[in-house]
């Protein structure tokens, strides 16, 4: 193998980047559709849970 073929070539490197397209669209899909079936999740979303170390005033 030489250092000039090292990843297949440009179609090789194209092939496996439509690959990965294809796969994280169908993980987006899979996602909503679930969410569509289940609704969404339960709780508060973890962007609001807080977790905070201070002492009380006083």
Avoid: Y
């Avoid at 899979?30 to 999740?41: C, D, H, K």
Wanted: hydrophobic letters at 50%.
């Amino acid at each position: 193998m030489s250092s000039n073929n090292l990843f297949g070539g440009p179609r090789t490197i194209l092939v496996v980047m439509l690959v990965v397209i294809v796969v994280a669209l169908i993980a987006v899909a899979a996602t909503f559709l679930v969410r569509g079936i289940m609704g969404p999740p339960e709780g508060p979303p973890p962007a609001s849970v807080v977790t905070t170390t201070s002492e009380p005033a006083g």
